[in-house]
């Protein structure tokens, strides 16, 4: 592919002819006028002694500039209010721990823990205050299986009652492990205390019918229950009236009271009817 070569720049005619100018045309860059250095001096000093002109100044909205030109807030009084009040109630929340100790325990209803361990359950044993002591220290009294239930009250200003309710032993068995534990009247399960020896026994096989053995210990319990068994066939309750079995437990709670009629034999309940032998 071919192009045309591009024509020549012609030069512009001068509006004034060369050979009209003179050398005065053209300053000498060297004719130039240096000052000395004392006459630099002399302006130096005379500008310097020029009053300086005052600069006006207008405020500005500090609305209407960029957020990061923005100066800061100052903290408003609410605020040095609040964190005071919050700093006093702190030293005084302190002050009260240890100017209103709990000096005085009253322990009542209790019969199988001792005061102490009473005291240790409700969280009494290491010096709280009285303003902050309540239900979430009480709450390790609940935990003990020997407590019921317990009201705590409070009386001013070093005061602390604890009325305890505690489960009553009401037979006795040996768990799974092999050691001796009594049963309360709720079918709980109570760590072994000393003088409960008596109390009726539940031993038995198979799969455990502790619920079982509870209804029927209470159902019998006017004839003096001595012992409860169970086996996969039923239950066998011994008392000081007679003994008495059945394999179903709504027939036995619903005809125990023939042991009256049949005293020291042995009474065998069934779904249709009394055997005796």
């Not at 005084?92 to 002050?95: I, V």
């Not at 209803?109 to 823990?113: A, D, E, T």
């Given at each position: 592919m071919f192009r045309r070569a591009a024509?020549?720049?012609k030069p512009e005619p001068a509006d004034v002819p060369v050979?009209?100018?003179?050398?005065?045309?053209?300053?000498?860059?060297?004719?130039t006028e240096f000052l000395e250095p004392s006459d630099v001096a002399e302006q130096m000093t005379e500008l310097a002694s020029q009053p300086v002109p005052e600069a006006e100044v207008k405020p500005v909205d500090a609305a209407t500039l960029p957020a990061r030109l923005r100066p800061a807030s100052r903290v408003r009084p609410w605020v040095w209010w609040t964190s005071g009040g919050l700093a006093l109630l702190l030293v005084?929340?302190?002050?009260s721990w240890f100017a209103l100790p709990i000096r005085q325990v009253a322990v009542t209803?209790?019969?199988?823990?001792t005061e102490a361990?009473?005291?240790t359950l409700a969280g009494l044993r290491g010096g709280v205050g009285w303003l902050y002591y309540g239900r979430g220290q009480a709450r390790g009294l609940l935990k003990n299986p020997w407590v019921q239930s317990a009201v705590v009250t409070r009386q001013f200003p070093d005061s602390v009652s604890l009325q305890?309710?505690?489960r009553r032993p009401f037979l006795q068995m040996r768990n799974r492990q092999g050691q001796a534990v009594l049963v309360a009247q709720d079918g709980r399960l109570l760590p072994w205390k000393k003088g409960f020896e008596k109390l009726p026994v539940?031993?038995?096989w198979g799969p455990e019918r502790l619920n079982d053995a509870v209804l029927v210990a209470h159902a019998l319990s006017r004839y003096t229950v001595q012992s409860v068994?169970?086996?996969?066939?039923?239950?066998?309750?011994?008392?000081?009236?007679?003994?008495?079995?059945?394999?179903?437990?709504?027939?036995?709670l619903k005809y125990a009271g023939s042991i009256s009629m049949y005293p020291n034999q042995k009474i065998n309940v069934y779904p249709w009817g009394v055997s005796v032998q």
């Open positions: 024509k020549p720049l050979e009209g100018l003179d050398d005065e045309d053209f300053p000498d860059p060297f004719d005084g929340g302190l002050a209803g209790n019969q199988v823990l361990e009473v005291k305890v309710t505690e539940v031993s038995g068994g169970y086996t996969p066939s039923g239950l066998t309750v011994k008392t000081a009236a007679g003994t008495v079995w059945s394999g179903d437990l709504k027939s036995l």
